[in-house]
């Protein structure tokens, strides 16, 4: 068992990565054309829309998608139970929350135009928020070729059609709209692969199941709450309390961040749910998993803060250039928190699966709280830097946090 599971995951693993390298660059390209296109400014108007929408995306899955994942891993004939109410809650809970996006940004301190594309935005998200069903399916049986491929396409997209869109009109509204017509095609595209392991797909509206889920499944939302809050903070309260050219500055610098970002990515998409069965079936070879998780993933991310202090300057100014220096600082504050980062996707990918979701809960919203009250104080203070300074602090005390609550010689205890 443990040589046949080493070998599904290394398969995973490698379908991921070679789609996160060919997305990774494509979608760095992008962010480089368009920095370099509209400057600072256009950059932070272009993050504040898509972090935002993804903000108040917070009512969107009330955590049935990963109670969904965990169930359907651990046992697939669950699916066929399950898929029917967990989709038609689903498609409610997105309509609610576009009208709550459009309610909101109607008041926003922002131009017309922005307003228009952030409403924009938030109808593009409900397809994505329906069709993350579909990719919990896809990684429940431990598959991920096809959302290795969906990616794919959909950054594809991004840079040749959105790239030419931009180098035309060299404007944000119409680069934004040929994204969201890249991001339908993806969600089509996760939908479709996904029947594949569906033999009927059917809708059922039964409140009364809902409520039995969300018992469920509460904890999963809490911790889906707090790192939205935690990950998507910043940058909003950056654009609206320092500017949209303090937002750009802070959004190269977390760019060249969320670079690295793709290898705990993947460990934790090919390994959560193996680790949601072994849980159940192999808590000796879960320990396992989990020791030689901990230790690749401890070592690179040192390995990346290195990297990124060092040669800080010379990243900005190959990617984004000279309007962009001021980001140098921000990326070297920044460089401290990437081994937290990398370890605390393991940690709650742990916790998660081996039903410690309420633990986790708990960290999650302490260090989401944590973020917002210095994200607060100090971008009020010291801007862009400040903002990194808040990452790194939070990052560092989830991972104690976390570190006590997993004791590294295992679980089977």
Known sequence: MAESLKLRLIKNAGWLFGAEIISKLLAYGVIVILSRTLGPEGLGQYSFIFYYVGLLGIFSDLGVGYYFMREVARDKSRLKELLPDVLGFKIVL???????????????????????????????????????????????????????????????WAFFVGGAVLYVFKSLSPFIVALLAGYTLREL???????????????????????????????????????????????????????????????????LIEVSLFIPGIVVSTTMPSMARLWKE??????????????MLALIGIGGLAGYYIFARLGILIVFGEKFLPSVPVLRILAFAVPFM??????????????RELTFTKITGFTALLNVVLNYVLILNYGAEGAAVATVVSQGIASVLSSYTIPLRGSSK
């Not at 109808?123 to 896809?138: D, N, P, Q």
């Not at 199941?209 to 904890?219: A, D, E, T």
């Not at 192999?282 to 230790?295: G, I, N, V, W, Y």
Request: proline share 3%.
């Open 94 to 156: 997105a309509g609610i929350n576009f009208l709550i996006i459009v309610g909101i940004t109607l008041f926003l301190p922002k131009p017309g135009w922005m307003k228009v594309l952030i409403i924009l935005a938030g109808a593009e998200a409900v397809l994505t928020w329906i069709a993350g069903i579909f990719v919990r399916i896809i990684y429940a049986h431990e598959v991920t070729k096809y959302e290795a491929m969906a990616r794919a396409v959909e950054r594809f």
């Open 189 to 255: 595209l996760r939908i479709r692969w996904s029947l594949r392991f569906v033999d009927e797909l059917r809708v059922r509206f039964r409140p009364e199941v809902w409520k039995n889920l969300l018992m469920k499944s509460y904890p999963f939302w809490f911790i889906g709450l707090f790192t939205l809050i935690y990950y998507r903070t910043d940058m909003v309260m950056l654009s609206l309390l320092r500017g949209d050219y303090e937002t750009g500055i802070y959004r190269a610098a977390f760019t």
């Open 282 to 295: 192999d808590r000796k070879t879960l320990e396992t998993l989990f020791k030689k998780s901990f230790q």
């Open 342 to 355: 990398f370890l605390n996707s393991l940690f709650g990918s742990y916790m998660n699966a081996t039903g």
